[in-house]
């Protein structure tokens, strides 16, 4: 029938190759597939034999062979997904960079200060009308210093900028997150791989490669695909409660029901099925794509209204905070959905796979890490927020009190501009303190870590399915491990045999074992072992033999080729259609059997399992004759001792293979009563498999143990072999008095008399607790549960647990951290897992630990570089605007420092590589606070330290450096030499600050293996650069001067020149005659202005009209009277020049062109000799005006009017010119 069948598909697919209409080759279409798999149980059965004649006609229709599945032909498999689908549904879709913009755009801080920004701007560009300003205060005089005021934008393009490069940042870190996310989900699903037959070869395929018409051969462990129908079955059982919520097993049989569905586990025996639906047409697809409507358009109120109920269902489950069951943490959340619309009332996991599936944004995950951070951003926060409104009120209180109070002026109309100016400057200052006390760098920092951990932990084969799993794990105190795979190779091999009354200690020669048992035993093996396992020829030269499939079965098979016979032929005689029934292995029966029925209408059982197990069960056994005789209780207790014991004691696993005939006489047996069919077993033989430990495991356990992290081993097998491999690994040492236990005396001592558990029980054994073994999955999850709910220890337990079979799904689920094997778990241990060890190796996790201490030591050192920073910030600009009425920190320099400090320090500090000395210490647990003692205590001492550096800077400053004070500036007075200094230092100091943030458990050596962390020293370097340019006088960058402002050094005269080289500092009377000096230098240097000066001058209008080549006649009286002022302000210090100073201005005041009838004989320059020291030799009578109240000598007092006059009068400084050099610093 088989072959028949397989000859139809062929001519099938041949003759479909000519027709074009795809889905007209196949004899059903798309949408009668996709209703017959709507329906469920009987209905699906009879609609298949009314519809298609049964499974077998639906396989002809669909042009396959259920014996030789599909051709694997490329053109065959083109037409079919161009029919049916291809087995891929679409990720919803990403963020663009512009939603991520605009999301980083919502943070609080940053609108405060766009607000202030634009707000400060607009008043820049508001020119008051020409009042006198006097009235308005001495602080408002700079207010029309048109030089300054002309750069008034400045400060708010500056902030502008910078909030533009911190949201770009952090929308660019979001955006490289969620990309690296979906690099990580494309990556788990290509691993992703599924057995097909093609050809009549069983092959493994990609998952998105399965096509509608393949043969799908699925066994225990495995998460189907795509939907099918059942071609045959060996005691198959499913969980569907990812689709309808309800825990049972279906049990699925030809007879009644047929149906397997996509995302749904098999969680017991094997089989076969044709796959009818993929992709977006399977169950799954269809409700994922539901799903991803009702997110993409809101305006359906059904959707609405199903979003509403998902997000109280949310709300429920993040109440109840249970574990739910294993599906909670799908990646492929398909299914999740499902429960939400056909079970909205049982499902729970529906709804908390909803929540997970949510969660899956990276944006979402909340680790106890980042939840301690949060807390601190949080507290930080509002500590600032309270700094920075006091600031704000400080500073209005005071400028009020100064302004009506002490000076006692009226509100003018006129002033109203300049004083709203002010209070915007004060609010900005108060905006500024707020953003430096807020760490926005925390939350990125953790973010950056994480994702490059998670990168670089692709290396050390973890790959991580949880963001937060990567940090938890650096806390682990207790590791439950796996022995198959984990701790050992996982690559079986028979080493010790005992058949025929004898105990072979290698495998013997077949000629031996007398042929009744050879056949028995060669034909056990065959048919009992599952048909996907199968030794497969070395991929290498000279390699070991692959193992596909189970590995102890592997064994078996191994142990078959070894006698010189071959197993596979036996397998093709009888194909797995022939088998008359399957008991396949699961964690309760510890067995599996095989029921052949033969030609006389008699039956055959062949059994094989754990030998303490199954040799109870047995009461005949194959001697040397090849017959059967008598196996009494007393033989049984004679053979554990003489032969399992030895051969567990050396870590071998005992594995026993038996039979049983049921004669016709006794008619057929009742298979359903698997009690009744496995007794009165004969043995053939028990066969000791080694599974050599991996060398590097006990180099890992000793590791893990000086990092204060206590390994248990959790496995089934016998404990003697338990104990052996421990022993071998180094979990038990020789002379500890650790505790073995096996699965029933472990639940025996942990049961009170009704038999219900008991913490306190727990609590007493699992301190000691080291190996236990024989422990079904129940036992593994009773035992991560009560170590994690311990109270015992003076710190929470965080438990790590490694898994591989479907059984270890719950205990995988309810572990802190749960680690899959990527090669030999199931798929429903790798669903349930946080982290998958792509090797399977033991020593994977302990780079896991490493990892994990690295996150969250970097988390810790960023921690102790950004709140020094922030105590210093915050303090500097409080009690600086406090005293000076304004921030030694503006707003700009301050976002500077955020950047630098926030983005670029998180950078640099969290992807420090992680070092072995990680795991010298104990781990942290879970309480511990973020800021340790020793954190602490750096913290506050480098804060003292640049505290006072920094105050001594502002304070004393001036009589240090001798240069002008830049305190108490008038508003948009342009930068000062002074407060430059400050800031530089204050960078500087932040700077190696961050080298020292490198080490944060009190170690001397700061510089310890700087250089293997590039990143660390290019950021570095590349701040100190940036800041070094920065700080450079505009004047200094020649290559950024405008056209027809910068004089170039050569028009200069050489004596102006030799002048120039002495004005390197500025004295108080000096900055007075600025403005003077400004015009001189214009006249002196801009040679193609002289005719117009000359001009200008004779016809009466001002150096204005010089300098500006726009002689306007309304301002001919405001200028005579800014002449006079000038030269009323000049008469003091006219005594002031030397010789040669006068001389030179002399000689340019003595050319014939430049001859000015006047009065005053000269309007001299002043040179760099000190006001102070040089008592002013006065040449007219005029007395000097009374000294000014205000130190800071930019601001004018009223008894100079010169700068008060208008603002027209007022010209911007030459930026070519010295002394602009010495004005600017940023």
């Given at each position: 029938?088989?072959?028949?069948?397989?000859?139809?598909?062929?001519?099938?697919?041949?003759?479909?190759?000519?027709?074009?209409?795809?889905?007209?080759?196949?004899?059903?279409?798309?949408?009668?597939?996709?209703?017959?798999?709507?329906l469920?149980?009987?209905?699906?059965?009879?609609?298949?034999?009314?519809?298609?004649?049964?499974?077998?006609?639906?396989?002809?229709?669909?042009?396959?062979?259920?014996?030789?599945?599909?051709?694997?032909?490329?053109?065959?498999?083109?037409k079919r997904?161009?029919?049916?689908?291809?087995?891929?549904?679409?990720?919803?879709?990403?963020?663009?960079?512009?939603?991520l913009?605009?999301?980083?755009l919502?943070?609080?801080?940053?609108?405060?200060?766009?607000?202030?920004?634009?707000?400060?701007l607009?008043?820049?560009?508001?020119?008051?009308?020409?009042?006198?300003?006097?009235?308005?205060?001495?602080g408002?005089?700079?207010?029309?210093?048109?030089n300054?005021?002309?750069?008034?934008?400045?400060?708010?393009a500056?902030i502008?900028?910078?909030?533009?490069?911190?949201?770009?940042?952090t929308?660019?870190?979001d955006w490289?997150?969620?990309?690296q996310?979906r690099?990580?989900?494309?990556?788990?699903?290509?691993?992703q791989?599924?057995?097909?037959?093609?050809?009549?070869?069983v092959?493994?395929?990609?998952?998105?490669?399965?096509?509608?018409?393949?043969?799908?051969?699925?066994?225990?462990g495995?998460?189907?695909?795509?939907?099918?129908?059942?071609?045959?079955?060996?005691?198959?059982?499913?969980?569907?409660?990812?689709?309808?919520?309800?825990s049972?097993?279906?049990?699925?049989?030809?007879?009644?029901?047929?149906?397997?569905?996509?995302?749904?586990?098999?969680?017991?025996?094997?089989g076969?099925?044709?796959?009818?639906?993929?992709?977006?047409?399977?169950?799954?697809?269809?409700?994922?794509?539901?799903?991803g409507?009702?997110?993409?358009?809101d305006?359906?109120?059904?959707?609405?209204?199903?979003?509403?109920?998902?997000?109280?269902?949310?709300?429920?489950k993040?109440?109840?905070?249970?574990?739910?069951?294993?599906?909670?943490?799908?990646?492929?959340?398909?299914?999740?959905?499902?429960?939400?619309?056909?079970?909205?009332?049982?499902?729970?996991?529906g709804?908390?796979?909803?929540?997970?599936?949510?969660?899956?944004?990276?944006?979402?995950?909340?680790?106890?890490?980042?939840?301690?951070?949060?807390?601190?951003?949080?507290?930080?926060?509002?500590?600032?927020?309270v700094?920075?409104?006091?600031?704000?009120?400080?500073?209005?209180?005071?400028f009020?009190?100064?302004?009506?109070?002490?000076?006692?002026?009226?509100w003018?109309?006129?002033?109203?501009?300049?004083?709203?100016?002010?209070?915007?400057?004060?609010?900005?200052?108060?905006?500024?303190?707020?953003?430096?006390a807020?760490?926005?760098?925390?939350?990125l920092a953790?973010?950056?870590?994480?994702?490059?951990?998670?990168?670089?932990?692709?290396?050390?084969?973890?790959?991580?399915?949880?963001?937060?799993?990567c940090?938890?794990?650096?806390?682990?105190?207790?590791?439950?491990?796996?022995?198959?795979?984990t701790l050992?190779?996982n690559?079986?091999?028979?080493?010790?045999?005992?058949?025929?009354?004898k105990?072979?200690?290698?495998?013997?020669?077949?000629?031996?074992?007398?042929?009744?048992?050879?056949?028995?035993?060669i034909?056990?093996?065959?048919?009992?072992?599952?048909?996907?396992?199968?030794?497969m020829?070395?991929?290498?030269?000279?390699?070991?033999?692959?193992?596909?499939?189970?590995?102890?079965?592997?064994?078996?098979?191994?142990?078959?080729?070894?006698?010189?016979?071959?197993?596979?032929?036996?397998?093709?005689?009888?194909?797995?259609?022939?088998?008359?029934?399957?008991y396949?292995?699961?964690?309760v029966?510890?067995?599996?059997?095989?029921?052949?029925?033969?030609?006389?209408?008699?039956?055959?059982?062949?059994?094989?399992?754990?030998s303490?197990?199954?040799?109870?069960?047995c009461?005949?056994?194959?001697?040397?004759?090849?017959?059967?005789?008598?196996?009494?209780?007393?033989?049984?207790?004679?053979?554990?001792?003489?032969?399992?014991?030895?051969?567990?004691?050396?870590?071998?696993?005992?594995?026993?293979?038996?039979?049983?005939?049921?004669?016709?006489?006794?008619?057929?047996?009742?298979w359903e009563?698997?009690?009744?069919?496995?007794?009165?077993?004969?043995?053939?033989?028990?066969?000791?498999?080694?599974?050599?430990?991996?060398?590097?495991?006990?180099d890992?356990?000793?590791?893990?143990?000086?990092?204060?992290?206590?390994?248990?081993m959790?496995?089934?097998?016998?404990?003697?072999?338990?104990?052996?491999?421990?022993?071998?690994?180094?979990?038990?040492?020789?002379?500890?008095?650790?505790?073995?236990?096996?699965?029933?005396?472990?639940?025996r001592?942990?049961r009170?008399?009704?038999?219900?558990?008991?913490?306190?029980?727990?609590?007493?054994?699992?301190?000691?607790?080291?190996v236990?073994?024989?422990?079904?999955?129940?036992d593994?999850?009773?035992?991560?549960?009560?170590?994690?709910d311990?109270?015992?220890?003076?710190q929470?337990?965080?438990?790590?647990?490694?898994?591989?079979?479907?059984?270890?799904?719950?205990?995988?689920?309810?572990?802190?951290?749960?680690?899959?094997?990527?090669?030999?778990?199931?798929?429903?241990?790798?669903?349930?897992?946080?982290?998958?060890?792509?090797?399977?190796?033991?020593s994977?996790?302990?780079?896991?630990?490493?990892?994990?201490?690295?996150?969250?030591?970097?988390?810790?050192k960023?921690l102790?570089?950004?709140?020094?920073?922030?105590?210093?910030?915050?303090?500097?600009?409080?009690?600086?605007?406090?005293?000076?009425?304004?921030?030694?920190?503006?707003?700009?320099?301050?976002?500077?420092?955020?950047?630098?400090?926030?983005?670029?320090?998180?950078?640099?500090?969290?992807?420090?590589?992680?070092?072995?000395?990680?795991?010298?210490?104990?781990?942290?647990?879970?309480?511990?606070?973020?800021i340790?003692?020793?954190?602490?205590?750096?913290?506050?001492?480098?804060?003292?330290?640049?505290?006072?550096i920094?105050?001594?800077?502002?304070f004393?400053?001036?009589q240090?450096?001798?240069?002008?004070?830049?305190?108490?500036?008038?508003?948009?007075?342009?930068?000062?030499?002074h407060?430059?200094i400050?800031?530089?230092?204050?960078?500087?100091?932040q700077?190696?600050?961050?080298?020292?943030?490198?080490?944060?458990?009190?170690?001397?050596?700061?510089?310890d293996?700087?250089?293997?962390?590039?990143?660390?020293?290019?950021?570095?370097?590349?701040?100190?650069?940036?800041?070094?340019?920065?700080?450079i006088?505009?004047?200094?960058?020649?290559?950024?001067?405008?056209?027809?402002?910068?004089?170039?050094?050569?028009?200069?005269?050489?004596?102006?020149?030799?002048d120039?080289?002495?004005?390197?500092?500025?004295?108080?009377?000096?900055?007075?005659?600025?403005?003077?000096?400004?015009?001189?230098?214009?006249?002196?240097?801009r040679?193609?202005?002289?005719?117009?000066?000359?001009?200008?001058?004779?016809?009466?209008?001002?150096?204005?009209?010089?300098?500006?080549?726009?002689?306007?006649?309304?301002?001919?009286?405001?200028?005579?009277?800014?002449?006079?002022?000038?030269?009323?302000?000049?008469?003091?210090?006219?005594?002031?020049?030397?010789?040669?100073?006068?001389?030179?201005?002399?000689?340019?005041?003595?050319?014939?062109?430049?001859?000015?009838?006047?009065?005053?004989?000269?309007?001299?320059?002043?040179?760099?000799?000190?006001?102070?020291?040089?008592?002013?030799?006065?040449?007219?009578?005029?007395?000097?005006?009374?000294?000014?109240?205000?130190?800071?000598?930019?601001?004018?007092?009223?008894s100079?009017?010169?700068?008060l006059?208008?603002?027209?009068?007022?010209?911007?400084?030459?930026?070519?010119?010295?002394?602009?050099?010495?004005?600017?610093?940023?």
């Amino acid at each position: 029938m088989g072959t028949d069948m397989a000859n139809n598909s062929y001519s099938g697919v041949k003759n479909s190759m000519a027709e074009t209409n795809h889905e007209g080759d196949f004899g059903c279409s798309l949408k009668e597939l996709c209703n017959l798999m709507e329906l469920r149980g009987t209905e699906g059965l009879h609609k298949i034999e009314e519809s298609y004649g049964g499974v077998q006609g639906l396989c002809t229709r669909l042009k396959s062979s259920p014996v030789e599945g599909l051709s694997g032909h490329p053109s065959d498999i083109e037409k079919r997904k161009a029919a049916f689908g291809q087995n891929f549904i679409p990720p919803k879709k990403p963020k663009t960079f512009l939603q991520l913009v605009w999301e980083a755009l919502q943070d609080v801080t940053l609108i405060i200060l766009e607000v202030a920004a634009i707000v400060s701007l607009g008043l820049s560009f508001y020119k008051p009308p020409g009042a006198d300003r006097e009235h308005c205060g001495k602080g408002a005089g700079g207010v029309e210093d048109e030089n300054e005021s002309e750069a008034g934008w400045i400060e708010g393009a500056a902030i502008l900028l910078s909030v533009i490069c911190v949201v770009l940042v952090t929308a660019f870190n979001d955006w490289s997150k969620e990309k690296q996310f979906r690099g990580l989900q494309s990556r788990i699903e290509q691993e992703q791989k599924f057995s097909v037959v093609r050809g009549g070869q069983v092959i493994q395929i990609p998952v998105t490669e399965i096509v509608v018409g393949d043969i799908a051969q699925i066994k225990y462990g495995d998460l189907l695909p795509a939907d099918g129908i059942l071609i045959q079955g060996n005691d198959l059982k499913i969980d569907e409660s990812s689709l309808t919520g309800e825990s049972d097993h279906v049990k699925k049989t030809l007879d009644k029901d047929l149906m397997l569905l996509s995302g749904t586990h098999v969680m017991e025996g094997s089989g076969k099925m044709v796959v009818s639906a993929v992709g977006v047409n399977s169950q799954t697809g269809i409700i994922f794509t539901l799903l991803g409507a009702g997110e993409d358009d809101d305006d359906d109120d059904e959707e609405k209204e199903e979003k509403k109920k998902e997000k109280e269902k949310k709300k429920e489950k993040k109440n109840k905070k249970q574990d739910g069951s294993v599906e909670n943490r799908k990646k492929a959340k398909a299914q999740d959905g499902a429960a939400m619309e056909m079970q909205p009332l049982k499902s729970e996991e529906g709804g908390d796979a909803e929540e997970k599936r949510k969660a899956n944004l990276p944006k979402k995950e909340k680790s106890v890490l980042q939840g301690k951070l949060t807390k601190l951003a949080v507290q930080i926060g509002k500590a600032g927020l309270v700094m920075s409104a006091i600031t704000v009120i400080i500073l209005v209180v005071l400028f009020v009190v100064d302004t009506f109070w002490i000076q006692g002026l009226p509100w003018v109309k006129s002033c109203t501009p300049i004083y709203i100016q002010f209070f915007v400057k004060f609010f900005i200052i108060g905006v500024t303190v707020l953003v430096v006390a807020v760490p926005e760098g925390l939350p990125l920092a953790v973010t950056i870590s994480l994702a490059y951990s998670v990168k670089k932990m692709m290396k050390d084969n973890n790959l991580v399915r949880h963001l937060d799993a990567c940090e938890t794990m650096g806390n682990a105190t207790a590791i439950c491990s796996d022995k198959t795979g984990t701790l050992t190779m996982n690559r079986m091999t028979v080493v010790q045999v005992y058949v025929a009354d004898k105990h072979y200690k290698k495998v013997p020669e077949p000629e031996l074992i007398p042929a009744t048992i050879m056949d028995l035993l060669i034909l056990g093996i065959g048919v009992n072992c599952a048909y996907t396992t199968k030794i497969m020829p070395p991929e290498k030269e000279g390699g070991l033999p692959r193992q596909v499939g189970n590995k102890t079965e592997c064994a078996l098979l191994g142990f078959a080729l070894d006698l010189k016979r071959d197993y596979q032929a036996i397998r093709n005689e009888i194909p797995e259609e022939k088998l008359y029934k399957v008991y396949t292995f699961n964690s309760v029966r510890k067995s599996m059997s095989t029921v052949l029925k033969n030609a006389d209408g008699s039956f055959r059982m062949f059994s094989k399992g754990a030998s303490e197990i199954l040799l109870k069960k047995c009461c005949k056994i194959l001697t040397a004759n090849g017959e059967p005789k008598l196996f009494r209780p007393r033989d049984r207790e004679d053979m554990v001792k003489k032969v399992i014991e030895p051969m567990a004691s050396e870590g071998l696993r005992t594995i026993c293979l038996a039979y049983r005939d049921f004669p016709p006489s006794e008619g057929e047996p009742d298979w359903e009563n698997e009690n009744e069919i496995l007794t009165s077993l004969t043995c053939v033989c028990v066969v000791g498999i080694e599974d050599p430990v991996r060398p590097e495991v006990p180099d890992a356990i000793r590791k893990c143990q000086r990092a204060g992290i206590t390994v248990r081993m959790v496995t089934g097998d016998n404990i003697n072999t338990a104990r052996a491999i421990a022993t071998k690994c180094g979990i038990l040492q020789p002379g500890d008095d650790f505790l073995c236990l096996e699965g029933k005396e472990f639940n025996r001592r942990i049961r009170n008399e009704k038999g219900e558990i008991e913490q306190e029980r727990i609590d007493k054994i699992w301190p000691k607790l080291r190996v236990l073994a024989r422990s079904s999955p129940t036992d593994k999850h009773t035992l991560v549960k009560g170590i994690i709910d311990s109270t015992v220890a003076e710190q929470r337990q965080v438990v790590a647990v490694t898994g591989d079979g479907t059984n270890d799904g719950p205990a995988l689920k309810k572990a802190d951290v749960g680690f899959a094997m990527g090669i030999a778990g199931t798929d429903v241990a790798k669903e349930a897992s946080d982290i998958i060890l792509t090797d399977d190796n033991f020593s994977s996790i302990v780079k896991a630990v490493m990892w994990g201490r690295n996150v969250y030591d970097s988390i810790s050192k960023f921690l102790q570089f950004q709140l020094t920073v922030n105590v210093v910030a915050v303090i500097v600009a409080f009690t600086g605007a406090c005293i000076t009425q304004d921030s030694p920190l503006k707003a700009v320099q301050m976002l500077w420092v955020n950047l630098i400090m926030d983005t670029f320090a998180s950078l640099a500090l969290a992807t420090e590589p992680p070092t072995e000395s990680l795991l010298l210490r104990k781990p942290y647990g879970r309480n511990k606070p973020l800021i340790s003692r020793t954190m602490m205590k750096n913290i506050l001492g480098h804060a003292v330290y640049q505290l006072t550096i920094i105050f001594t800077l502002l304070f004393a400053g001036e009589q240090i450096f001798d240069i002008d004070s830049g305190r108490n500036t008038p508003l948009n007075a342009p930068p000062s030499e002074h407060y430059t200094i400050v800031f530089n230092t204050f960078v500087m100091m932040q700077l190696f600050n961050e080298i020292n943030a490198r080490k944060i458990h009190g170690e001397r050596n700061v510089f310890d293996g700087i250089f293997n962390n590039i990143i660390f020293c290019s950021i570095v370097l590349g701040t100190f650069i940036i800041q070094l340019i920065s700080s450079i006088p505009t004047s200094r960058l020649k290559f950024l001067k405008t056209a027809g402002h910068g004089t170039q050094k050569e028009e200069i005269p050489d004596e102006e020149l030799e002048d120039m080289d002495g004005l390197d500092e500025i004295d108080h009377a000096e900055r007075e005659l600025r403005r003077g000096q400004i015009l001189w230098f214009r006249g002196l240097n801009r040679i193609q202005t002289q005719m117009d000066v000359v001009s200008a001058f004779q016809s009466g209008t001002s150096f204005q009209g010089a300098v500006r080549r726009q002689p306007s006649s309304t301002s001919q009286q405001h200028d005579i009277r800014v002449v006079n002022a000038f030269r009323s302000s000049l008469s003091p210090y006219e005594g002031l020049e030397k010789p040669e100073s006068r001389s030179s201005i002399h000689n340019f005041m003595t050319h014939p062109e430049f001859r000015i009838e006047d009065s005053e004989p000269h309007i001299p320059l002043i040179d760099d000799t000190d006001a102070e020291d040089d008592a002013p030799t006065k040449r007219n009578s005029t007395p000097p005006p009374p000294p000014s109240p205000n130190k800071n000598n930019n601001a004018v007092d009223s008894s100079i009017h010169l700068f008060l006059e208008s603002s027209k009068c007022v010209s911007p400084t030459a930026p070519g010119s010295p002394l602009h050099s010495l004005e600017t610093s940023l």
